[in-house]
């Protein structure tokens, strides 16, 4: 591991000063993944930033919505009284995600800020745009199975591997950010990037900027929701497709509608075209093949991942089922 210099922050405004300073800086919470990533020598921080001392944690009901402090863990967030009955989701996409051990570890902000699983960003022998712009995209014509099939571009398809901000995305849920320049709240969608020209810049965080909270909006009484996650093995494992739905249904009709999709895009993908599809409609598998097929008809499939798009259309049709038929 390269050498670095180490800090635990007082407070925000040290660690955002500090990580705003000319060094390259980054944060340290649960470390989970990032530890990992230093050890491989992906990333370099010149500096450290210790900020798990820091009070921002806990899930407090406001208004409408829930605001869930950056540091808290993933298990304390899908353990929460008002989350488990008003926002399944997003309980359900926690746990079906990491290992009991990780869970406990793991902050919100940590797990949505996640780097990728492909294994080209991860090996300094491969050529990855992602992590040396220019370098090129060593899946594009290798093995890519696992990779994105929405949001691509000629430089990157790498998936992006949160469970919980597909949850989120479906839930207009908003990050607070805190930076040099003040505070600033940026919802989910407009935060992460697409890879475009530049794969390597991933969401809109400027230099020092820290994630604070999370304001996770909620349903209405009466709404269904629920995560469903595709993958090859049970337990511990990334997802081939996932979609996070929410439905209002009344008299057999669906009121209102949420969809996002995971495992198939460069980030979390909200489905507007799906929810287009089915508000108004019936509850019925014709809406929901409709829908399926609308979620996926902007698909850029490659040879090694082009079942994805059956696959996507399946996961979206048997979680709105499954939805559709729990008790409201």
């Not at 540091?71 to 009284?81: F, G, R, V």
């Not at 990157?156 to 901000?165: M, P």
């Not at 604070?212 to 349903?219: H, S």
């Amino acid at each position: 591991m390269r050498a670095f210099e180490y800090l635990r922050a007082s407070d925000v405004h040290h660690a955002v000063a500090t990580a705003a300073a000319g060094q390259e800086a980054a944060y340290l919470a649960g470390g989970t993944t990032q530890v990992d990533l230093m050890k491989d020598g992906v990333l370099g921080p010149d500096v450290l930033i210790d900020i798990t001392r820091l009070p921002l944690r806990g899930v407090v009901p406001d208004g409408g919505a829930v605001r869930v402090g950056a540091l808290t863990t993933m298990a304390e967030l899908a353990a929460d009284p008002l989350v488990s009955r008003r926002l399944p989701v997003v309980s359900e996409s926690l746990l079906l995600a990491a290992s009991p051990q990780l869970r406990n570890m793991a902050t919100v902000a940590g797990n949505l800020l996640q780097r990728t699983r492909c294994r080209y960003y991860r090996d300094l022998s491969c050529a990855c745009n992602k992590r040396q712009p220019g370098s090129g995209c060593g899946a594009l014509e290798g093995h890519h199975r696992m990779h994105a099939i929405l949001g691509t571009s000629q430089h990157c398809i790498a998936t992006h591997a949160s469970d919980l901000a597909v949850a989120l995305v479906a839930l207009g849920a908003a990050v607070r950010v805190r930076g040099v320049n003040g505070e600033r709240t940026v919802p989910l969608t407009q935060f992460y990037l697409p890879p475009g020209d530049t794969p390597d810049v991933e969401n809109t965080l400027g230099r020092g900027e820290l994630i604070t909270a999370v304001e996770v909006p909620l349903l209405p009484e009466g709404a269904r929701s629920g995560y469903l996650k595709v993958r090859d093995r049970a337990s511990y494992e990334f997802a081939l497709a996932s979609a996070a739905v929410a439905l209002v249904i009344t008299d057999g009709v669906i009121r209102d509608a949420r969809v996002a999709l995971g495992g198939l895009a460069t980030v979390p993908w909200r489905s507007h075209a799906a929810e287009d599809a089915l508000r108004g409609a019936a509850a019925a598998p014709g809406t929901f093949a409709a829908a399926a097929e609308a979620a996926l008809s902007g698909a850029s499939p490659r040879p090694g991942n082009a079942f994805k798009v059956e696959l996507g259309r399946r996961t979206v049709v048997r979680a709105l089922s499954t939805v559709a038929g729990r008790q409201a």
